[in-house]
């Protein structure tokens, strides 16, 4: 088999990809915040208890990639807008792909050092 018959996804699969993956983590989330809501109803002191899980240096720093989900997955949900709405936006996926992960990055960078900061402490 040649080379050339390998599929090569460009941006477009890469983003659709992270798409995906955001969806799904962030997802996760809300199925574990229904569930730990849930627990109220045993009593504010159960609930009290399953907080402590949240403040771990392990689950603060998921709480960081959630963050990153939520802020990657509605900066390109704006571009999939773009895309459907306006014919230019289908010519220029290249370039809105990389504007999505320059403004992803500009976001999240400085989020992320803040939340970091916040679970060491």
């Known amino acids: 088999m040649s080379l050339g018959n ?3 996804g460009r941006e477009g699969m890469v983003s659709w990809a992270l798409h995906r993956i955001t969806g799904l983590g962030v997802l996760l989330f809300l199925l574990i915040h229904i569930a730990d809501i849930f627990v109220v109803r045993y009593g504010a002191e159960a609930f009290d208890d ?3 899980i949240y403040h771990a240096l392990p689950f603060r720093i998921l709480e960081i990639g959630l963050v990153g989900s939520v802020y990657f997955h509605a900066l ?3 571009r999939i807008i773009l895309i459907d709405f306006f014919d230019w936006a289908a010519l220029k ?3 809105l792909f990389w504007g999505v992960i320059i403004v992803f990055t500009l976001m ?3 989020t992320a050092i803040l939340m970091l900061i916040a ?3």
Do not use: C, H, K, T
Request: cysteine-free; overall charge neutral.
């Open 6 to 8: 390998v599929y090569r």
């Open 50 to 52: 399953l907080l402590v």
């Open 76 to 78: 390109n949900g704006l």
């Open 93 to 95: 996926q290249r370039e």
């Open 108 to 110: 999240f960078v400085p």
């Open 119 to 121: 679970a060491i402490d």
